[in-house]
């Protein structure tokens, strides 16, 4: 018995591509628009902000055209926050209290934020 793919629920797909890892996830965006549409949601639920990608995120957040850089902002509901160095020569890099309000104001949709894994752990607390 054979059964198209246009047949099978929706939900089916989404249940899926939970299994797929990021790479795998990002390359049916490019099947057709209803894969795309269910892949975007479930590759950018969750986000870290590793010591390398804080100082971008910085800049960004100063431009006045940082639509490009947080058009998914609204899709996140984790923000992981991590200060995990490449090397002891890497600058360490962490946000002001602006700075990282104006973030999470680009996240209106952020359920939870872990900065258990940043060295800035106390500072971050005092923030709020």
Same mark, same amino acid.
């Given at each position: 018995? &054979?059964?198209?793919?246009?047949? $099978? ?7 899926? &591509? ?5 790479? *795998?996830?990002?390359?049916?965006? &490019?099947?057709? %628009?209803?894969? @795309? *549409?269910?892949?975007?949601? #479930? ?8 010591? !390398?990608? =804080?100082? /971008?995120?910085? !800049? @960004? $957040?100063?431009? #006045? ?9 609204? #899709? ?8 995990? %160095? %490449? +090397? ?8 002001? %209290?602006?700075?990282?309000?104006? #973030?999470? !104001?680009?996240? /209106?949709?952020?359920?939870?934020? *872990? =900065? !258990?894994?940043? +060295? *800035?752990?106390?500072? @971050?607390?005092? &923030?709020?």
């Amino acid at each position: 018995m &054979f059964i198209n793919m246009r047949d $099978l629920p929706l939900q089916i797909f989404k249940e899926i &591509f939970r299994y797929l890892e990021q790479k *795998d996830l990002q390359t049916c965006y &490019f099947v057709c %628009k209803s894969w @795309y *549409d269910m892949a975007i949601p #479930l590759n950018w639920g969750q986000a870290t902000l590793q010591n !390398s990608k =804080i100082a /971008p995120a910085k !800049s @960004y $957040l100063h431009h #006045l055209d940082h639509s490009q850089y947080f058009k998914y902002g609204h #899709l996140i509901t984790k923000l992981n926050i991590t200060d995990k %160095k %490449k +090397s002891s020569q890497e600058i360490s890099y962490k946000f002001s %209290k602006p700075e990282l309000l104006a #973030l999470l !104001s680009r996240l /209106p949709n952020l359920n939870e934020i *872990d =900065i !258990s894994s940043t +060295s *800035d752990v106390q500072e @971050y607390r005092n &923030f709020c």
